[in-house]
C-alpha cells in the first residue's frame, strides 16, 4: 500500500503587493488557497495590513522591502527570499512570481526629464530583467510568471511615451522568457490593464472626474476598471486550469479604444 504525500502549498511572490493591484492579485491568490510573499517600498504598515488580511483568509504570508529601481539591491533581496522560504515554509522555493510594482510618470515627449525617463527604465524594465534573473534560481520547475503592462502599448495617448515604450519592452521579453524557460516548464505572459482607479500615477484616473469621464466613454463597458477586476486576472492565469496559456499578451481593460 502506497502512502499519498499532500502537494506542498503553492507560493506567490508579487512586487508591489501593499496597495493597487498587487494587493488586490495577492488577495485573489490567497482565496485560491496560495501562500504569499509581497514587497513593499514605502508601505509597511499596509503591507502587513494585506498580511494580515491573507491571514485572516486561512493562508500564510510574509512582506519584505524592495525597491524594484534600484537592481544592485536584489543580490540582497535574494538572500531574504531564500531565509523567509526556509523560515515560514521549510521550503527552499517558491512558484509564481508577479512582477507588478512600479510607477508612473505623465509628461509629453517634449517634457520628459532624463531622470524620468531613468527612473522609469529601472523600474518597469532593468528591474523586471534583472529582478527575474535572481529570483529564478529560487522558483519552482513547473512555475509561472506574469509580468504587468498596460493597455497603453496597444493605443497612445499624450503623456505616457517614455512609460508605455518601457511597457512595450517588457511585453517583448515575456516572449523571450516564456521562451527560455520552457524547459523548466515554466510558463510566463503579460496582463495588460486599462484605465484602473487606484492611487498610481497620483491618482488620475480615481481622482480626476473629467478624465475618468472620457476614459469611461471610450470603453466598451462604459467604466474604468477597479482593482478587482485585474487581480482576478493575474490570479486566474497562475492557476492550474490556465497552465497552456503561454507567451501571451492579455488586456484587461473592459474593451477600451475598441
Not at 202 to 209: L, P, Q, T
Not at 218 to 231: F, H, K, Y
Amino acid at each position: 500500500m502506497t502512502t499519498s504525500h499532500p502537494l506542498p502549498i503553492p507560493i506567490a511572490l508579487i512586487t508591489g503587493g501593499s496597495r493597487g493591484l498587487g494587493k488586490n492579485t495577492a488577495l485573489h491568490l490567497a482565496k485560491q488557497g496560495v501562500d504569499v510573499i509581497l514587497t513593499y517600498r514605502d508601505h509597511a504598515q499596509a503591507a502587513q495590513a494585506v498580511v494580515a488580511e491573507i491571514t485572516a483568509l486561512g493562508r500564510h504570508a510574509v512582506a519584505l522591502p524592495l525597491d524594484v529601481a534600484n537592481s544592485p539591491g536584489f543580490a540582497n533581496f535574494g538572500e531574504q527570499v531564500r531565509d523567509a522560504l526556509a523560515k515560514n515554509w521549510q521550503r527552499r522555493d517558491f512558484n509564481y512570481l508577479v512582477n507588478n510594482a512600479g510607477t508612473g510618470v505623465n509628461a509629453s515627449l517634449m517634457d520628459t526629464t532624463e531622470a524620468q525617463f531613468d527612473t522609469l527604465m529601472n523600474g518597469h524594465l532593468k528591474g523586471v530583467f534583472f529582478l527575474t534573473q535572481t529570483l529564478l534560481p529560487l522558483m519552482a520547475d513547473g512555475g509561472r510568471i506574469v509580468n504587468v503592462s498596460t493597455g497603453l502599448t496597444r493605443f497612445a495617448l499624450p503623456g505616457f511615451a517614455a512609460y508605455a515604450a518601457m511597457k512595450g519592452a517588457v511585453e517583448v521579453l515575456t516572449r523571450y522568457m516564456a521562451k527560455e524557460l520552457g524547459p523548466r516548464g515554466i510558463a510566463v505572459n503579460v496582463v495588460a490593464p486599462g484605465a484602473i482607479e487606484t492611487d498610481f500615477g497620483g491618482g488620475a484616473v480615481r481622482d480626476n472626474a473629467q478624465m475618468n469621464a472620457f476614459l469611461s466613454g471610450q470603453t466598451a463597458l462604459g467604466r474604468v476598471g477597479q482593482p478587482d477586476d485585474i487581480g482576478g486576472v493575474i490570479a486566474s492565469l497562475l492557476s492550474e486550469p490556465n497552465r497552456w496559456i503561454n507567451a501571451q499578451r492579455i488586456e484587461a481593460s473592459g474593451g477600451m479604444f475598441l
